[in-house]
């Protein structure tokens, strides 16, 4: 199914937020355009390549179609780290969405820097359907950054409180 | 239009930081259109502080309502009900719907989201400008639709002081000269000999200076 609306985005969240996390593996959720980076992760997972366990998809129409609040969200849910896959500069089904969601972006990682999470946890990168690899690459990429981060202060906060508790 | 920009999101967060139940009423008309208070700004708003709280152990529970206009009673009864249970309102209107809604819920603090800047128009995609100073006393006509009183940073209304430089006002370079717009203007429709005409001195009665002015129209009273 694809995030085509903030309703469906939302649910497609919530069902990667509670699904089963194993381990302390980072949780990533990965924003993928329907014309490239979905098409990419198919390709990766066609060719048995191997990635980390922690990452998500959600399959969006194109990335100039992610609503900031999209992405808040999925850190107020507690995920670690999120990614936003588009197509190359140039290519955008719809000229110029993935332009403009790298603009998002930009405010968004301003946002979670002033409010303390980390800019960092959110990267774009730019991506052919053809490019399976890459998609490997940075997907790896993320989670070690992430890992070197830890986890997100939001889940942290969380884990304290709910080991408190007990 | 009335064009705003959004205060920083630790602004507002400081704002409210006494409160634990807070309305973030956006505004469907002015800061819609010029993307600083609508639906949407008051969503990005709401997560970014909510987790930013949440963050400093001191949840904080968020009402986001957008209404069609906040400077209109008529609408701002769609607020009664969300700002009956909250301890204070944040309004993402224009100054003058934070104000609307202060006189409605005289009893509720009520906090500006965001500055509200000036009456202009969009240029491009995201880029606004001021056109209006809302003096009063409309003078559009002797100068070819492009106001002097706004766009000359020196208000001058009998010609341009001689500072522009490559048709850009000397105050600020990145600015177009608006004498030599006026000029331009004049020009192409043919009306350069308005120049000729001695505008006397404008009568500033009629704009703020005096004071916050109120416009009563009879023939529509009921």
């Given at each position: 199914?694809?995030?085509?609306?903030?309703?469906?985005?939302?649910?497609?969240?919530?069902?990667?937020?509670?699904?089963?996390?194993?381990?302390?593996?980072?949780?990533?959720?990965?924003?993928?355009?329907?014309?490239?980076?979905?098409?990419?992760?198919?390709?990766?997972?066609?060719?048995?390549?191997?990635?980390?366990?922690?990452?998500?998809?959600?399959?969006?129409?194109?990335?100039?179609?992610?609503?900031?609040?999209?992405?808040?969200?999925?850190?107020?849910?507690?995920?670690?780290?999120?990614?936003?896959?588009?197509?190359?500069?140039?290519?955008?089904?719809?000229?110029?969405?993935?332009?403009?969601?790298?603009?998002?972006?930009?405010?968004?990682?301003?946002?979670?820097?002033?409010?303390?999470?980390?800019?960092?946890?959110?990267?774009?990168?730019?991506?052919?359907?053809?490019?399976?690899?890459?998609?490997?690459?940075?997907?790896?990429?993320?989670?070690?950054?992430?890992?070197?981060?830890?986890?997100?202060?939001?889940?942290?906060?969380?884990?304290?409180?709910?080991?408190?508790?007990? | 239009?009335?064009?705003?920009?959004?205060?920083?999101i630790t602004e507002v967060k400081n704002l409210i930081s006494g409160h634990k139940k807070v309305l973030f009423a956006g505004c469907g008309t002015c800061v819609t259109v010029c993307l600083a208070g609508g639906e949407r700004e008051v969503g990005i708003a709401s997560y970014a502080i909510r987790m930013a709280r949440k963050?400093?152990?001191?949840?904080?529970?968020?009402?986001?309502?957008?209404?069609?206009?906040?400077?209109?009673?008529?609408?701002?009864?769609?607020?009664?009900?969300?700002?009956?249970?909250?301890?204070?309102?944040?309004?993402?209107?224009?100054?003058?719907?934070?104000?609307?809604?202060?006189?409605?819920?005289?009893?509720?603090?009520?906090?500006?989201?965001?500055?509200?800047?000036?009456?202009?128009?969009?240029?491009?995609?995201?880029?606004?400008?001021?056109?209006?100073?809302?003096?009063?006393?409309?003078?559009?006509?002797?100068?070819?639709?492009?106001?002097?009183?706004?766009?000359?940073?020196?208000?001058?209304?009998?010609?341009?002081?001689?500072?522009?430089?490559?048709?850009?006002?000397?105050?600020?370079?990145?600015?177009?000269?608006?004498?030599?717009?006026?000029?331009?203007?004049?020009?192409?429709?043919?009306?350069?000999?308005?120049?000729?005409?001695?505008?006397?001195?404008?009568?500033?009665?009629?704009?703020?200076?005096?004071?916050?002015?109120?416009?009563?129209?009879?023939?529509?009273q009921v």
């Amino acid at each position: 199914m694809i995030a085509a609306n903030t309703e469906q985005s939302a649910k497609m969240q919530d069902r990667a937020v509670q699904s089963a996390w194993r381990g302390g593996a980072p949780r990533i959720i990965a924003f993928c355009c329907n014309y490239c980076a979905f098409a990419a992760a198919d390709l990766a997972g066609s060719r048995r390549m191997q990635y980390p366990a922690g990452v998500r998809i959600i399959h969006t129409p194109c990335t100039g179609k992610l609503e900031m609040e999209h992405i808040l969200d999925a850190f107020e849910k507690g995920v670690d780290g999120v990614l936003v896959v588009g197509c190359l500069e140039g290519g955008c089904h719809y000229v110029e969405g993935n332009v403009r969601a790298r603009k998002r972006i930009d405010r968004i990682r301003s946002i979670l820097d002033e409010i303390g999470i980390g800019g960092s946890r959110l990267q774009m990168v730019n991506l052919s359907d053809a490019m399976a690899p890459a998609f490997v690459q940075h997907v790896r990429g993320i989670v070690e950054t992430v890992k070197a981060l830890g986890p997100s202060p939001i889940r942290a906060l969380e884990q304290t409180e709910s080991a408190g508790k007990v | 239009m009335i064009v705003a920009s959004p205060k920083s999101i630790t602004e507002v967060k400081n704002l409210i930081s006494g409160h634990k139940k807070v309305l973030f009423a956006g505004c469907g008309t002015c800061v819609t259109v010029c993307l600083a208070g609508g639906e949407r700004e008051v969503g990005i708003a709401s997560y970014a502080i909510r987790m930013a709280r949440k963050l400093e152990r001191n949840t904080l529970e968020i009402t986001q309502v957008t209404i069609e206009r906040q400077c209109d009673n008529e609408f701002l009864k769609d607020l009664a009900e969300p700002a009956s249970g909250v301890e204070a309102i944040v309004s993402f209107g224009c100054g003058a719907g934070v104000q609307a809604i202060a006189e409605r819920f005289p009893n509720k603090p009520v906090y500006a989201g965001l500055n509200t800047q000036f009456l202009g128009v969009l240029e491009e995609q995201a880029v606004w400008t001021e056109k209006c100073l809302g003096c009063g006393e409309c003078m559009l006509a002797q100068f070819g639709g492009i106001c002097p009183v706004t766009r000359c940073a020196k208000r001058l209304l009998n010609g341009p002081c001689g500072g522009s430089l490559e048709n850009q006002c000397e105050v600020d370079p990145e600015r177009p000269c608006a004498w030599q717009l006026i000029y331009t203007r004049l020009k192409n429709i043919g009306q350069l000999d308005r120049l000729e005409d001695i505008v006397p001195p404008k009568d500033w009665s009629t704009a703020w200076y005096s004071g916050a002015r109120k416009v009563v129209r009879k023939e529509h009273q009921v």
